[in-house]
């Protein structure tokens, strides 16, 4: 069973950065997406950032990137954590971030991305907040 646990959200200030982590066990797949998305009050969740699991390609939401970079690292065969660094962060940046894993059967993983993350696995969510 695939467990997803996400860690690093905080308090910060506009302009600052938090890296966000998020550990991805028990999978059985050796192709898979792994991505970032958030869900701010009264708005719909949004793709952040994908990664592309053995094709090397990530992918960003316009609002992010040259800001966002999404990186993962594999601790052994069946764990994987997986980073989001955010940079020069803004008010709008404000959301519940959440880790989610994907085996794209359906969607390559950018696609994925753009759809909101569907047919995936979740984190529970760590608050992201962003004061001017």
């Known amino acids: 069973q695939v467990q997803v646990v996400e860690s690093g959200g905080d308090s910060v200030q506009a302009g600052g950065a938090l890296r966000l982590s998020c550990v991805v066990s028990g999978y059985t797949s050796r192709n898979y997406c792994l991505g970032w998305f958030r869900q701010a009050p009264g708005k719909e969740r949004e793709g952040v950032a994908s990664?592309?699991?053995?094709?090397?390609?990530?992918?960003?939401?316009d609002s992010v990137k040259d800001r966002f970079t999404i990186s993962d690292i594999s601790q052994d065969n069946a764990k994987k954590t997986v980073y989001l660094q955010m940079n020069s962060l803004k008010p709008e940046d404000t959301a519940v971030y959440y880790c989610a894993y994907y085996v794209p059967v359906r969607w390559a993983c950018g696609a994925w991305l753009t759809r909101a993350g569907p047919g995936s696995n979740w984190g529970q969510g760590t608050q992201v907040t962003v004061s001017s």
């Open positions: 990664i592309g699991t053995g094709l090397g390609n990530s992918h960003y939401t």
